[in-house]
Every structure is written in C-alpha cells, then in structure tokens.
Nanobody, 115 residues
Framework: VRVVESGGGLVQPGGSLRLSCAAS????????MSWYRQAPGKERELVAA????????NYADSVKGRFTISRDNVKNTVYLEMNSLKPEDTAVYYC?????????WGQGTQVTVSS
C-alpha cells in the first residue's frame, strides 16, 4: 500500500497550491479520502473529505470557500485545490484513506504560506 502526497511548497499569502495524493495497493474507489493538516504545536485537524464516489464533500469552517477537494477514481488520486492561502494555513498536509476498519496515511507534504 502506498499513499503519497505531493505539491506542497512555499507560497505567498493570497497564493494558490494544488496538492495531490496518489494511492496504490488497495481499491481506491471504495475509500473515503480526506486531507488533514498539522501545524507545529497543534493537533492534527480535518481539512476536507470526499466520499468514495465523490458525490459528497465536507470542509473545515476555516477553509470553506477557499479549498476544494476532488478525486479521480481512474487515476487513484485525490486533490486539494487551495486558494487565497493565509499564513495560518501553514502546516504539514496529510492524505488519509478510510474504508471500514481499513485506513492508511501518507507521509505528508509541507505547505508554508509566508511573504
């Protein structure tokens, strides 16, 4: 099983980034996919989630209207489009796959929002 995030980096406030999470080794289309983040000294928090077929999404209040989660069940990839980034969005972003008792985490990708 592999869950691999990419697309993080340094961006100025107001900028945009697109994170990708490529999955393999399990039946991706069965899994609810989520993005979490963890800032230094803080607990890991849910940012966005999408159901297995992509029909429903939910977001943390802090990112609503700025972030969009989507998935491609052919490419076995989930995305997080992040716009209007703020310094408080700085964190390590993790991809999480869940189906019943099965779950997998990625290793994380750093997003830093700073001028």
């Amino acid at each position: 099983v592999r869950v691999v995030e990419s697309g993080g980096g340094l961006v100025q406030p107001g900028g945009s980034l697109r994170l990708s999470c490529a999955a393999s080794g399990f039946t991706f289309s069965r899994y609810r996919m989520s993005w979490y983040r963890q800032a230094p000294g803080k607990e890991r928090e849910l940012v966005a989630a999408i159901t297995s077929a992509g029909g429903s999404t939910n977001y943390a209040d802090s990112v609503k209207g700025r972030f969009t989660i989507s998935r491609d069940n052919v490419k076995n990839t989930v995305y997080l489009e992040m716009n209007s980034l703020k310094p408080e969005d700085t964190a390590v972003y993790y991809c999480y796959a869940n189906w019943g008792m099965n779950d997998y985490w990625g290793q994380g990708t750093q997003v830093t929002v700073s001028s």
